[in-house]
């Protein structure tokens, strides 16, 4: 398999602008979860799905974020209106039957770097 | 609430020494913690999961302790290596609800290790 694919990797746009990440999970696995990682405050869990259905999103920062996920091979993170603070680097990650408390391994996209000017 | 702390934030060590990276956390109700790889530009890659009820989990040169009661984590590497230069993030699973993220990785902010040859 190909991994945990996210587009773009980067992307520099102008405040006010909507954004939008894009991810693949690896086939058959059946949770799904965007974080965001940033210098200050690391790595952050923004939302999570489980068979394509959001399961806990409060970790999203603010109404301007919002992530669907149509189908068990993609999921989309948009932000409308983007501001400079929402530069980080947004990752992807997938896994399989993420409930069983026994942690099987998560695996991560390479990540989309945001810089909003 | 959850934290995990990583101290140093960067350690920089000539190739061929033996050292060892620490994580502490502040809740010892947790599932499992894990030990990731971070190269720059890149996602997290896994390398070690610990369980609970373990006390240490080794992968060739890399060994992770676990002191649940202390709250406590080490990832030892021996003999290193220029090609371990990467930031070493570990992760905790909580088995308690921390506001609607139950059983989700809380991250520390990683350690930046540069190993020089």
């Known amino acids: 398999d190909a991994g945990v694919i996210q587009s773009p990797r980067h992307e520099v746009t102008e405040m006010g602008q909507e954004v939008t990440l894009r991810c693949k999970p690896i086939?058959?696995?059946?949770?799904l979860f965007w974080y965001r990682q940033t210098m200050m405050r690391g790595l952050e869990l923004l939302i999570y799905?489980?068979?394509?259905?959001?399961?806990?999103d409060s970790g999203m920062p603010e109404d301007r974020f919002s992530a669907k996920m149509p189908n068990a091979s993609f999921s989309t993170l948009k932000i409308q209106p983007s501001e400079p603070r929402d530069s980080a680097v947004y990752f992807c990650?997938?896994?399989?039957?993420?409930?069983?408390?026994?942690?099987?391994?998560?695996?991560f996209g390479e990540g989309s770097w945001l810089t909003v000017v | 609430k959850q934290e995990v702390t990583q101290i140093p934030a960067a350690l920089s060590v000539p190739e061929g020494e033996n050292l060892v990276l620490n994580c502490s956390f502040t809740?010892?109700?947790?599932?499992?913690l894990q030990w990731f790889r971070q190269d720059p530009g890149k996602g997290l890659t896994s390398l070690l999961l610990?369980?609970?009820?373990?006390r240490e989990q080794t992968s060739g040169r890399l060994n992770a302790s676990l002191d649940k009661s202390s709250g406590r984590s080490t990832l030892y590497i021996a003999a290193s290596q220029p090609g371990d230069s990467a930031t070493y993030l570990c992760?905790?699973?909580?088995?308690?609800?921390?506001?609607?993220?139950?059983?989700?990785?809380?991250f520390g902010k990683g350690t930046k290790l540069s190993v020089k040859p």
């Open positions: 610990i369980q609970s009820s373990q």
């Open positions: 990650a997938s896994s399989f039957r993420q409930a069983i408390p026994s942690g099987n391994t998560i695996y």
């Open positions: 809740d010892s109700a947790i599932y499992n």
């Open positions: 992760a905790v699973r909580p088995s308690v609800n921390y506001g609607g993220s139950q059983g989700n990785l809380i």
């Open positions: 799905f489980n068979n394509n259905v959001p399961i806990d």
């Open positions: 086939s058959g696995h059946d949770y």
